[in-house]
């Protein structure tokens, strides 16, 4: 299992070790301790997703690629301005997305602070 605080060693630059979303899970959240990347995290799921949606509304696809390029943006730059760490999404975006999902999920319904005790972190409140 990858350990929490350590980052997942990348093998050969470009590529990361595959981890299980099980393994991924923790340490996306040990990734996000800080309320601020949290919160820009939040804002760019919302601005990929409203893309999206003008996108199909207004049926011009670039609309959508340019909310996901655009909350991508916002989230890794969180990671190396306020969190001061490496984004995951080289070892795997597709749990990233997820995640970011499944974290809004718990703030939204106030178990956050619970998933992180459980998982034995301790979010920067």
């Known amino acids: 299992m990858a350990e929490i605080g350590r980052p997942v060693e990348l093998r050969g630059g470009a590529s ?9 899970w923790p340490l996306y959240l040990d ?4 309320p601020g990347t ?3 995290h939040y804002a760019a799921t919302v601005v990929g997703i409203l ?4 996108a199909v509304w207004l049926a011009e696809p670039l609309l959508a690629a340019a909310g996901i390029l655009l909350g991508y943006a916002i989230a890794i730059a969180s990671h190396r301005v306020i969190e001061g760490n ?19 999920w718990f703030a ?7 998933e992180y005790r459980r998982l034995g972190l301790a979010p920067i409140d």
């Open 16 to 24: 990361a070790r595959r981890v299980s979303y099980q393994e991924f």
């Open 31 to 34: 990734a996000h301790r800080h």
């Open 38 to 40: 949290r919160a820009c």
């Open 51 to 54: 893309g999206t949606a003008a």
């Open 86 to 104: 490496r984004p995951l999404i080289r070892i795997n975006a597709f749990y990233g997305a997820i995640s970011d999902l499944r974290m809004i």
């Open 108 to 114: 939204l319904s106030g178990r956050l602070s619970g």
